[in-house]
């Protein structure tokens, strides 16, 4: 089950990059020492790359932890940009789609995914990791 946790983790990560790394070339960049969409969505697709490769080859509970928190922010930002207006906060743009497409589908199920995944990774991984400890044994001289 390890491995399956760590590809789905992976792949929807890389599902979530794709989508934003696509989606930054059409954003507008920041302005008056503003942060543009544009960095904002691929700092998240490299952020994203980051965490699903940490998992795939080296998962531990803090590279769980790391992928279920770049997943689960993703969700929840789309979510709260989708539903609430909340203009721009210091220097971060105003956000604000409440408009629903394809891409934005297959971005909040391959965060989901991942969301989910790394969680059960989490719980899951020092229990695996304790089953497999081997006993020390003396050295015979």
Known sequence: ??????????????????????FAADLPSGKDGNIGADVLFQTQAVVAIAAG??????????????????????VGALLLYYTVDVGSIGPLPEMYEPVWYGEKTISVVGEGIAAVAALVGFFTVSRRSEGRRVEEVPARW
């Open 53 to 74: 490769l940490l998992v795939l080859f080296w998962a531990r509970r803090w590279t769980y932890a790391v992928a279920f928190l770049v997943a689960a922010s993703a």
């Open 1 to 22: 089950m390890g491995i399956l946790l760590r590809v789905l983790v992976a792949a929807g990560l890389a599902v979530d990059a794709y989508i934003h790394w696509d």
